[in-house]
């Protein structure tokens, strides 16, 4: 043990804890170290497999295996795999850039055993140990303050923008920062058991589902019913026609293959993460391919203050001279009476408000500030050679020792109401002080954080204030940027809230944010929370839209969807935009997802009551899905214009035009079905290749008309999918020419098809476009 420990004092009266008694607590309490939010690499695997719509495939490709489809069976498999590969690999690269950017809150610590002061692991700490807390630490574990006297920096963990003060009997918590002094203390809690333990379960415990992925999946889920029924009477009416059961079978297979989404999985997962690789190059890194579709129809914004609203710094506010002082001069003595270094963040919002402040005195002799009188103090000699003395400190102290006028006590109590810290400047000589000025600190905005809120609220988004600070010191910085509205002071947070009752909440707690987090959900919002310490980590994993800035702490950034790795808030409006992208991407396929739907298993019985046969085989079936959906993922990369207000899944709307749609697509269908049976009296084996190229065409005259909300010729599409166009109808109907896999099919009944398909495109666009003007789809 003596190689890991070095002793670095002689021995003290307080012995501590003896080596034998600290490895008794260890076994009993446990190692000093936060739950591990992140999610075991094989679980995200596994899970890529268990989704409902993965399980349906895994079903098809079963009974497939079971019928001897062997090549089907393994084309839908590459398309499952490729899904499960794709977005695990995606995710895998986020988490591996996020943990490059993870730090330890403490590696070591400063405590007394055996008698003597020794460094050790932070993970090594139990309750009972004394430990040393010394200028630019990190408090390792809870703790209670023996003796000393520091300033904490607790913003990462509690949210409040200003240092405190503390000495014997003062309790804080594991991730703080000693700004200033010196202290032994007492080990509370370690691990799980302390604060920032206890947060790191919230967020382990924690859960949202994609509201996105959800919606999709309830109206996929009903049109496989749907189909379903369907499927069932179309195989009772083929064993009603006494076909062979080595026809029968297929025939089944048949339908549940056109009632499965196959690409649906693979086109959420290349939307998403076409948008994250972008998103990658402005410096935003999502770490779960969901919070791209979130960040789509994200309503609500909760944002944090300390350190992401505001710089979590301190700088001087307001300069208030007195007595024939000017703003300057009053700068210039608080200067003198300032460290020329170090941690203190009073004194370095001093130097850096007093850069060009004149300074036409000598100091003498500086005193730091003294936790006990709360001020600090300089001798100075001024040009005539006499001595004078300036103090700088908490006002109340600074105005107890000197003379001060009582319009300096309602301008300190007047800035104070504002939520400033304010600090007294005096002067003079020892019994003849006299108040010459006062400093009002602040937190000060993001530069960027106006414009920032502004551009969200244009965007249709509710941005709302969350703060552990103060009501006054919230209210201020929220008037600053752009925040208007009422300030929620209430001790509890109703179980459903709307988040245009109250723009700020203040004095929230950790649990607070978690818990106005649900309650913003449960009043039916997708929201999003944007936060940076170990405090708003348990409302990020909660949020369906987590956000970690760049300066946020290892656990908040694990618990977030995305992380801004570059200063500055303008990566929420990016990610927003691009989300919305990656929404109308969806929305295109799911539109024709639910077209093909409604049309498939329909067309496939009036194709058998129509020629007593099967109209399709299983390959045939599989080579229409796979070209069909090669060109539905290459939506993907397409040209759209994002919404301008939050997205919503209009479920029965969506439904209703794709239903409305489809009718129009399956009386194309069966016309064409009908000309080639009735008319041109075409054998099966061609019937089926006439099936295969219509449904090919057809699908991409849909294709076309459903990509916009507008008419289908008011924007051009990616060079990706005109290119994937070109290759499909290219393929098949090239295969169909040749004979190739199916049945010959002469040309000019090809050339015919491509014709026909043209003039329904434009029909169905004038369709769409009557639909609009009653059903809204975002």
Known sequence: MA?????????????????????????????????????????LLWAKFLAPIPCLLEAAIILQIILGEYIE???????????????????????????????????????????????????????????????????AADVRLKSGSVLLDQSMLTGESLPVEAG???????????????????????????????????VRTAHNASSQQQAIFRVVLYLAITNGIFAIALIGYSIF????????????????????????????????????????????????????????TMNVLCVDKTGTLTQNELAIAKVVPFDGYDENSILGLALLASS?????????????????????????????FDPGTKIAQAMVLDSSGIQRTIIKGAFAYVAKDSVCAPLATRKAAELENQGLRVLGVAEGSAGKMRLVGLLALSDPPRPEAHDCVRTLQRMGIHVVMVTGDAPETAATVARAVGLEGKVFTGKTIPDRIDPKDFTVFAGCLPEDKFTLVKAFQSAGHIVGMCGDGAN????????????????????????????????????????????????????????????????????????????????????????????????????????????????TWKIGDLTLMGIMMGA??????????????????????TMQTLTLVNLVVSGQAIYYVVRERRHLWSSRPSKIVVTCSIIDLALVP????????????????????????????????????????YLTID
């Open 664 to 685: 129009f697509d399956l009386l194309f269908c069966v016309l064409v079905l009908w000309i080639g049976h009735a008319r041109l009296h075409l054998p099966i084996e």
């Open 241 to 296: 026609l006494k076909l062979p059961v080595e026809e029968i079978l297929p025939l089944g297979l048949i339908a549940v293959l056109a009632s499965v989404p196959v690409a649906l999985p693979a086109t959420f997962t290349l939307a998403a993460a076409n948008s994250a690789q972008k998103l990658a190059k402005t410096g935003v890194l999502p770490t779960r391919l969901s919070a791209v579709d979130e960040a789509a």
């Open 3 to 43: 190689g890991n420990l070095a002793v670095i004092s002689p021995p003290q009266k307080d012995i501590g804890l003896s080596t034998q008694e600290a490895n008794r607590r260890l076994q009993t309490f446990g190692p000093n170290s936060a739950i591990d939010v992140e999610e075991s690499t094989w679980r």
């Open 340 to 368: 020329d270094g170090g941690l203190d963040p009073i004194d370095a919002a001093v130097r850096e408000a007093a850069r060009q402040a004149p300074v036409d005195l000598r100091l003498v002799r500086f005193t730091p």
């Open 73 to 139: 069976a393994s084309l839908i498999a590459v398309l499952l795999i490729f899904n499960a590969t794709l977005g695990f690999f995606q995710e895998s690269r986020a988490r591996a850039t996020l943990e490059a950017l993870r730090k330890r809150l403490a590696l070591k610590t400063t405590a007394l055993r055996d008698g003597a002061w020794t460094i050790l692991p932070a993970e090594k700490l139990v309750p009972g140990d004394i430990v040393k807390l010394s200028l630019g630490s990190v408090v």
């Open 536 to 647: 708003d980590a348990p409302a990020l994993r909660q949020a369906q839209f987590g956000i970690a800035v760049s300066t946020s702490t290892d656990v908040a950034k694990s618990a977030a969807g995305i992380v801004l790795t570059e200063p500055g808030l303008s990566g929420i409006v990016s990610a927003v935009t691009e989300g919305r992208i990656a929404f109308q991407r969806i929305l295109t396929y799911t539109l024709r997802s639910i077209l093909h739907k409604v049309r498939q298993v329909p067309y496939l019985g009036i194709g058998l009551f129509m020629t007593g046969h099967a109209i399709l085989t299983p390959m045939l079936v599989v080579i229409s899905m796979i070209t069909g959906d090669f060109l539905a993922m290459s939506s993907t990369t397409d040209n759209v214009v994002p919404s301008p207000r939050p997205n």
């Open 734 to 773: 090239s295969l169909a020419m040749t004979g190739t896999l199916m049945a010959p099919l002469p040309v000019p009944i090809i050339a015919g098809l491509f014709g026909v398909a043209a003039i329904f495109a434009f029909v169905l666009d004038g369709v769409k476009t009557l639909l609009l003007h």
């Open 168 to 202: 014997a009997g003062h309790d804080t918590y594991a991730g703080a920062l000693i700004r200033r002094g010196e202290a032994v203390a007492e080990v509370t809690a370690t691990g799980h058991a302390t604060k920032f333990g206890k947060t790191a379960e919230l």
